[in-house]
T-cell receptor, first 119, second 110 residues
């Protein structure tokens, strides 16, 4: 598609529940990023995929967070045993070039986000 | 810890005025700098990118970079009410992560 699509858009989870958030990047985009944005804060990097390879997962806050992109297109972010501090907007982004590709004038396109509330 | 600092605002300017948004960063290895606009409840949208010291202009927007002072700014000329949003400064080195500031809220009043 011509836009990054995320689902569900809104999710309310009970504490301790597992959740899965899906991202459909723009077709053909090599790079896929996950960010977490808490209320009133800027996005914080979670993880990066180049095609199917997860090249950086340094931002994942704990081992309860897991991401995959098995075929190099759709990605899923899974959060196990959710806690209240996991409440945030989870943003997926994609770009046509590897990495941030800044020097190449690469543009990173963000999806609308999945709003997670843990109660 | 790679810090990106922005004044949270709100910055209020009258319609037609110049809005000036500022950002400082801590990592001297930073190579690329971005300004994103984010409307409430929406995703960040790239406004400007800048890689070299000096000014870069695109329409009503001008990004300014001073690597020696570790400072990047965004000027919005002829501000419009539709420019009211949160502006996020993002910085990256050669890695994969964009490091964002908390954003500055801009309000353009008619």
């Amino acid at each position: 598609g011509a836009a990054v699509s995320q689902s569900p858009r809104y999710k309310v989870a009970k504490r301790g529940q597992d959740v899965a958030l899906r991202c459909d990047p723009i077709s053909g985009h090599v790079s896929l990023f996950w960010y977490q944005q808490a209320l009133g804060q800027g996005p914080e990097f979670l993880t990066y995929f180049q095609n199917e390879a997860q090249l950086d997962k340094s931002g994942l806050p704990s081992d309860r967070f897991f991401a995959e992109r098995p075929e190099g297109s759709v990605s899923t972010l899974k959060i196990q045993r959710t806690q209240q501090e996991d409440s945030a907007v989870y943003l997926c982004a994609s770009s046509p070039s590897p990495g941030t590709g800044a020097a190449l004038g690469n543009t990173i396109y963000f999806g609308e986000g999945s709003w997670l509330t843990v109660v | 810890q790679k810090e990106v600092e922005q004044n949270s605002g709100p910055l209020s300017v009258p319609e037609g005025a110049i809005a000036s948004l500022n950002c400082t960063y801590s990592d001297r290895g930073s190579q690329s700098f971005f300004w994103y606009r984010q409307y409430s409840g929406k995703s960040p949208e790239l406004i400007m990118s800048i890689y070299s010291n000096g000014d870069k202009e695109d329409g009503r927007f001008t990004a300014q970079l001073n690597k020696a002072s570790q400072y990047v700014s965004l000027l919005i000329r002829d501000s419009q009410p539709s420019d009211s949003a949160t502006y996020l400064c993002a910085v990256t080195d050669s890695g994969y992560a964009l490091n964002f500031g908390k954003g500055t809220s801009l309000l353009v009043t008619p």
